[in-house]
Structure formats: C-alpha cells, structure tokens
Nanobody, 115 residues
Framework: EVELVESGGGLVQAGGSLRLFCKAS????????MLWVRQAPGKGLERVASISRAGRIEYLDSVKDRFTIMTDNPKNTLWLQMDKLRLEDTAMYYCVLGKSNLGPRGQGTQVTVSA
C-alpha cells in the first residue's frame, strides 16, 4: 500500500529556511517520479518541484535558486529544502507520487511565512 507522510512545516519569518520531509512506504522513492505541490488558501494546486526517476529536476520559476528537491534513498524519503522564504510561499505543501499534481499524496504540511 502506498503511503506518503509529510512533515517539517511550520511558522518562519521571511528570509528564513525550512526543510520538508516526505516519508514514503509501499514503493521506492529512488525508482519513482515525485513532486512537491502546494496550495495556498483560495488558490489551486501549484507544482513547486519535481524529480524524475532518471534524476531530472525542475522547479517553479519563482522558487528557482531558493528551493532544492532531493531524495534520501536509504530513508526512502523525499526532501524539499526551502531557503529565502517569502510571504507568497505560504501554503499547504504536499508530496505526490507520479507525474500528475493529482496523484497519490499525503496529508500535507503547512508552511506559514510571516513578515
């Protein structure tokens, strides 16, 4: 059974950093396409970063040079390192299995950036 559990969110001041974690079970992160998506209040899902099974990485333009997606293969975990956080990064963040924003995902972790 596929299961994804996100953690690491919280309240941080603008300019600060957070690292999000997505613990996976039921499949191997290293052999899968994975996404981080987010949803701000009143807005739709937005793809933040992706990593393919071949290691190809892509980022939303607004997070390039600030966010880093990576896998921790021994721990079967997907990370999202977020630096230089901005007010507009405030959202619920989800990790997703596959290439679609609507694929299997966890319960999410809330990131709130304050001024």
């Amino acid at each position: 059974e596929v299961e994804l559990v996100e953690s690491g969110g919280g309240l941080v001041q603008a300019g600060g950093s957070l690292r999000l974690f997505c613990k996976a079970s039921g499949f191997r992160v290293s052999l899968s396409d994975m996404l981080w998506v987010r949803q701000a209040p009143g807005k739709g899902l937005e793809r933040v970063a992706s990593i393919s099974r071949a290691g190809r990485i892509e980022y939303l333009d607004s997070v390039k040079d600030r966010f880093t997606i990576m896998t921790d293969n021994p721990k079967n975990t997907l990370w999202l390192q977020m630096d230089k956080l901005r007010l507009e990064d405030t959202a619920m963040y989800y990790c997703v299995l596959g290439k679609s924003n609507l694929g299997p995902r966890g319960q999410g972790t809330q990131v709130t950036v304050s001024a």
